[in-house]
């Protein structure tokens, strides 16, 4: 007769630590989740009203560095330039999950310094950008495929520090 034993004691710390890991792994993913979206959110409000010369306070709860001068520059032409998003329209966010494809090599810095990266994208093929007459810009509207690098910052909160973003076909995340 053979008698049968649960796992042994090694077995059950490297199953103990795989499931921190995955657990931890999980808690930073939803918070990737959570402030990719909440910078969406706020991008749409501000695309919106035709961008702004001075960022909302709200969002340096998303976006540091880099990645937060560029969106302040983003916004600011956005202004200059009288160009907001088609009133009574909305972009769809598509994802985010977890970045797995390949590594661009100009970002090789950023992907060693990140805590997560995530991939979404931004379809705005319904909600394009329009200038002050009502006429879609070029390169308006469409799917845009993002790459976030996030870290945390000085106030223990995950941010978006570095991006990658390219205009597709069609989105490679599925919602």
Same mark, same amino acid.
């Given at each position: 007769?053979?008698?049968?034993?649960?796992?042994? #004691?090694?077995e059950?710390?490297?199953?103990?630590?795989?499931?921190?890991?995955?657990?931890?792994? @999980?808690?930073?993913?939803?918070?990737?989740? #959570?402030?990719?979206?909440g910078?969406?959110?706020?991008?749409?409000?501000?695309?919106?009203? /035709?961008?702004?010369q001075?960022?909302?306070?709200?969002?340096?709860?998303?976006?540091?560095?880099?990645?937060?001068? @560029?969106?302040?520059?983003?916004?600011?032409i956005?202004?200059?330039?009288?160009?907001?998003?088609?009133?009574?329209?909305?972009?769809?966010?598509i /994802?985010?999950?977890?970045?797995?494809?390949?590594?661009?090599?100009?970002? #090789?810095?950023?992907?060693?310094?990140?805590?997560?990266?995530?991939?979404?994208c931004? @379809?705005?093929?319904?909600?394009?950008?329009?200038?002050?007459?009502?006429?879609?810009?070029?390169?308006? /509207? /469409?799917?845009?495929?993002?790459?976030?690098?996030?870290?945390?910052?000085?106030?223990?909160?995950?941010?978006?520090?570095?991006?990658?973003?390219?205009?597709?076909?069609?989105?490679?995340?599925?919602?």
């Open positions: 007769m053979v008698a049968c034993s649960g796992p042994s #004691a090694s059950k710390a490297s199953a103990s630590f795989h499931n921190s890991v995955s657990a931890a792994r @999980d808690a930073l993913f939803e918070e990737a989740k #959570a402030t990719n979206q910078f969406f959110d706020l991008e749409e409000s501000l695309l919106l009203q /035709g961008g702004t001075t960022p909302p306070p709200d969002m340096s709860r998303f976006v540091m560095g880099e990645f937060a001068d @560029d969106v302040s520059e983003h916004n600011a956005v202004q200059r330039e009288s160009l907001r998003t088609r009133p009574g329209t909305k972009a769809a966010l /994802g985010p999950r977890i970045y797995t494809g390949p590594d661009k090599p100009e970002m #090789a810095d950023a992907r060693e310094q990140a805590s997560i990266i995530i991939e979404s931004t @379809d705005s093929t319904s909600s394009p950008i329009v200038d002050r007459n009502n006429h879609v810009v070029e390169n308006g /509207g /469409g799917i845009a495929h993002h790459i976030f690098f996030l870290r945390k910052d000085v106030d223990n909160n995950l941010k978006i520090f570095v991006s990658w973003t390219g205009k597709v076909e069609t989105c490679p995340v599925t919602a």
